[in-house]
């Protein structure tokens, strides 16, 4: 029997044996290679979710419009879903939808009310982009209904849930139908 510190051979040995001392041994091993790599690459980091970068990365013409709530809420800031975007292939427009309830603001009032907050589509067929839609509604969603480009608003006022699809023409989201939910 050999004495490794305080530790006899055979305890070591008897140990070894034992099922999970291998699956820990190669836990221990897995984590102490990540923790390195983690630790050689700067640490782990995660994502600021409110961040500047979701703003300055809208084309130039929606981000200045951007720009404009700045004044009345501080520093444009905004987390991931604040802009969203569609190309349907059936078009030659690309859409971009900006949440406002995802956007940073200390006076809240400016950008939300009580029909929801502010939210923004603008369209683009190549030469830039222009504000094709602008409304106060709980929610927006882009979507594709039967290859046509549409919005969905969602809204809730007097205790009515209502939903509202207006359909591409072209020029706006015009044509529209209601679903009462």
Sequence with gaps: MFLIGSLHLTSVRETARRPGFWVAAFTLLVLANVSSTTIARGGLRLEDPWASHHVDGL???????????????????????????????????????????EFGCDNRSAICGRSGCLHQVYASSGTGYRLVFSGYVDE?????????AAIETSCSYSGDKCSLIRFWNGARFGRYSRLDR
């Design 140 to 148: 927006l969603e882009l979507k594709v209904i039967d290859g046509e």
């Design 59 to 101: 084309p130039p013409e929606v981000r200045r419009n951007v720009m404009k709530e700045e004044r009345v809420c501080g520093p444009a800031r905004a987390q991931h879903y604040f802009s969203r975007s569609l190309s349907p292939s059936s078009s030659r427009y690309k859409f971009i939808s900006l949440h406002f309830e």
